[in-house]
């Protein structure tokens, strides 16, 4: 398995934080984590199917948009497969596709559903793409017209939600209310149209992320990386790791998972 990233250009810094493939020539099981920011997906070759809480499979969009989520997911392929990823800010969400975020929430909507022509003529140049190079200009392209349209203005909330995602310790609502001079209830109204989420749930997701950052260090204790990424106690870590990734951390830093098996 073969997996890569790309980082966006300068120009477009502030809404894709990065592009990524990842390419296989054997079957493959994918566990999806909770995440505060979205992501298009476009399977150029193959196409997964969903499996749900009953273990009931159905098809997966070929190309399309996964929302924000606060929950795990869980998907397959029985064959190789290669896959494009644009991984988003999640301010960018509104300022794309014209809505809030909070409407793409635990959602997963195929891309021609969610900007109709635009969205068909956009999947077919990537299907019809040669090369990572080709694919990532298409879709630097189609950012940059879609941000003309909106006449995107650079927000407050919009570094906040940056230097959340990109700290090693996450601030408490109150403590953001505080440092941008803003009250909590206007917070909960920039979070819930910019990220899908309330602040106190975006800050939990976020920290959880953080402490993906550590797999593959083997010499750290889980108490280690709890302490880190600023929880209270080992047993609150475990708790929101649990409910983010569908498994302990125990076995997420083993390196033997099969959610980890894209990173190895």
Known sequence: ???????????????????????????????????????????????????????????SFLSGINGPTNQTSKFVIDSGFGMFGVYLYPHTIP??????????TNQMVAIDLLLKTLGGNLEEQIMNSTSDEQRVGIIENFVQEQLAKTKTTQLPIFNTLKHIIHSDRTPSVKQLSMDHAVSERQLERQFSQFTGFSPKKFIRIARFHHTIQFYGKEYLKLSDIALECGYYDQSHFIHDFNQFAGIGPKEYFSGKSPNTKWRD
């Open 1 to 59: 398995m073969i997996y890569r990233t790309v980082p966006p250009s300068i120009k477009l810094k502030d809404y894709i934080r990065c592009f990524w493939f990842l390419e296989s020539d054997q079957a493959y099981t994918h566990y999806g984590m909770a995440d505060v920011c979205p992501e298009l997906v476009f399977h150029y070759k193959g196409q997964f199917d969903e499996i749900d809480e009953q273990g009931s499979r159905k098809p």
């Open 95 to 104: 300022l794309l596709f014209g809505m809030p975020a909070n409407e793409l």
